[in-house]
């Protein structure tokens, strides 16, 4: 079929648009990457955009040696594997006992999730609550922060009523308990909703900066997100440096920048969630849609 | 399956007793067990918690011991000098991301359908979606970065086309902060939002737009008078849950762009309710004043989505209940 003048016309609009808008997507990512691997003094001259001109590791040198950047990183890293491990297994058993049939108050504890997706206390009470229950400034607060979160229990719960009943009668034959049941069969096939709310799990934990920084105040336990807020809004190297430790000192001033240790920190922070994101692709899409199809 | 059906025939002479299907079904029931406590301690407490803004609430002498004072907090709310230009600030930003933020991705989705390329359509997903999985901390970094006054790429750019003369410092001049704001916000999600109204756009019957090409409708008739109604009810639904969300719509993005709320001179224009609950609450420890500010924009939230709902009905369109 033959596409009028005008038709051909906005094609070729389209697809501007959407080059231009996948390149400012693109670009102040390209960008950060190139200025980390640049020297600070001379990304300060100007006129560092797609390539890296004076190229050097030294920022990452920095940034890994740095003791306080280190531990902050550890702790995303604790942080977002246990954090990941405890919520997929309290969220997927929750589901999963909400996905048979006749449960006793089963309507009750559905009515009692999905509530908590519309009201919460807001900040203070939430603050104030956890205060009393100990957990300000402990690691434990990281791991319990979100760990139900109804709307993964929603896409769980819509994957297990999937399931066919026969796979499960044959092993409760064979003698095995409920839980048998859920670890040895229910789980292994359960493997691609698993994959795809593993990661955003731990993509939410990665990321999450706010709380730690509301409920955390110890320095040792503060996530790597939490301390780039106070990398990023560092006026000067020198209130930068003096804030890391020696090694930093010692290193020639001149040559690194605020911005070259800002950027060389944030990617340090990112590469991780785009080294999995491919996987992650080729999931989310259908989580998203299970998801949304519930509200 | 078994263990959780059969319990009910068991019982032969009729049904068995609550306390005997609670204990046929004990695995289970064990399985449910940790999540209700948790969502019992994390969310409903802190609900519960809500009471405090009618207190004059204090850590150390705690809820039981602390004296009520009903509504004093939230007349001092109304009365503070900041009350109007927070409301302001509040309902500004939130109405700018709802009318520039919501069809942003539904016109996303609009133009990828229109994408013959499979190549290119792929690509342009693929990027776009990858801000969603950024933290607001780095979208930070990269926005301070972009619009920095040395070297940022904004302000190269347009001095490269001799647009301006000097570069702007774009993060200290009050007027460009809501434009700012909903620009990064809009960068941030367009990619992600626009997921759900292609998927919705695929569901549609194909031989719709083969008789309209017949009819000889142009693309852009059949995106106006095929694709969008087709989705409507999608979008309505979605409109329906960003009212009611709209104001708690962006906390972080304020404070990450304000420099943790340190910008002074922006803060004329980014003081929204969250903002100011955050201060009064956990910097100036004035817990009880801090909640009922909170609890005043819950309710807010609520009437705008219950009137949100409403208006949906009474249009003869879709729902939420």
């Not at chain 1, 359960?190 to 999450?208: C, K």
């Not at chain 2, 933020?101 to 229109?114: D, R, T, V, Y």
């Not at chain 2, 994408?115 to 970094?141: A, C, D, E, M």
Request: glycine fraction near 6%.
């Amino acid at each position: 079929m033959k596409l009028s003048l005008g038709d051909k016309l906005m094609r070729v609009m389209i697809y501007m648009i959407l080059a231009v808008l996948a390149f400012i997507t693109f670009y102040p990512f390209w960008n950060s990457l190139v200025l980390s691997f640049n020297t600070g003094s001379d990304t300060s001259l100007g006129g560092v955009s797609f390539w890296p001109r004076d190229f050097t590791l030294e920022n990452y040198q920095i940034v890994f040696e740095e003791k306080k950047i280190f531990q902050a990183y550890l702790i995303t890293i604790l942080r977002t594997l246990v954090g990941t491990a405890v919520a997929m297994f309290f969220t997927s058993l929750f589901a999963y006992a909400l996905s048979k049939k006749g449960i006793v108050f089963k309507k009750f504890y559905m009515i009692f999730a999905v509530f908590t997706m519309f009201f919460n206390g807001g900040l203070i009470p939430y603050f104030i609550v956890m205060y009393h229950l100990n957990l300000y400034n402990t690691f434990a607060f990281l791991i319990l922060h979100g760990l139900i979160n109804v709307y993964n229990v929603i896409i769980f719960r819509t994957f297990f009523l999937e399931l066919p009943d026969g796979l499960e009668e044959s092993a409760k034959i064979d003698g095995c308990t409920n839980f048998g049941v859920f670890f040895r069969i229910v789980l292994p096939i359960s493997g691609p909703v698993f994959a795809t709310l593993s990661l955003f799990t731990a993509v939410f934990l990665w990321n999450d900066w706010f709380f730690p920084a509301v409920f955390i105040n110890d320095q040792n336990l503060i996530p790597l997100q939490t301390m780039m807020v106070q990398i990023i809004n560092e006026g000067t190297t020198a209130t930068l440096i003096s804030n890391l430790n020696t090694y930093a000192q010692n290193l020639v001033e001149n040559s690194v920048t605020v911005r070259s240790i800002q950027m060389a920190t944030m990617m340090v922070a990112t590469l991780p969630i785009l080294f999995i994101y491919p996987f992650l692709q080729r999931f989310f899409v259908k989580g998203v849609l299970v998801g949304s199809l519930k509200e | 399956m078994l263990q959780a059906e059969r319990p009910i025939q068991a019982g032969q002479a009729g049904q068995p007793s609550l306390w005997m299907r609670l204990f046929q079904q004990w695995e289970f029931q064990l399985m449910i067990l940790p999540a209700i406590v948790f969502l019992l301690i994390f969310n409903y407490a802190p609900m519960w918690g809500i009471l405090l803004s009618f207190q004059e609430y204090n850590l150390f002498t705690g809820f039981w011991e602390s004296p009520w004072v009903g509504f004093e907090h939230f007349q001092m709310f109304f009365d503070s000098p900041e009350f109007w230009n927070i409301m302001r600030n509040t309902f500004a930003i939130s109405f700018l991301k709802l009318l520039i933020g919501f069809p942003a991705p539904i016109m996303l989705a609009l133009m990828l359908n229109e994408i013959g390329n499979l190549f290119f359509k792929r690509i342009v997903q693929t990027i776009t979606y990858i801000p969603h999985f950024i933290s607001w901390v780095v979208v930070s970094g990269l926005v301070f970065s972009m619009l920095a006054v040395d070297n940022g790429a904004v302000n190269d750019t347009l001095q490269q086309f001799n647009l301006i003369e000097e570069p702007i410092n774009w993060m200290s001049i009050p007027e460009y902060f809501w434009g700012i704001l909903v620009t990064v916000n809009v960068w941030k999600e367009i990619g992600f939002g626009s997921i759900v109204y292609l998927a919705a756009i695929v569901g549609i019957d194909p031989s719709l737009y083969e008789s309209a090409s017949i009819d000889g409708a142009s693309k852009l008739q059949q995106i106006f008078k095929i694709t969008i109604p087709c989705i409507a009810p999608v979008i309505v639904i979605f409109l329906i849950l960003n009212i009611g969300n709209l104001l708690n719509a962006g906390f972080e993005d304020v404070f990450v762009l304000t420099r943790n709320l340190n910008n002074g001179i922006l803060m004329s224009v980014a003081e929204t309710i969250d903002t100011y609950v955050y201060q009064m609450g956990i910097l100036n420890q004035r817990f009880s004043y801090a909640t009922a500010a909170g609890l005043f924009k819950s309710i807010l939230s609520i009437v705008l989505l219950i009137a949100a709902n409403g208006i949906a009905r009474r249009l003869g369109r879709t729902s939420l209940w």
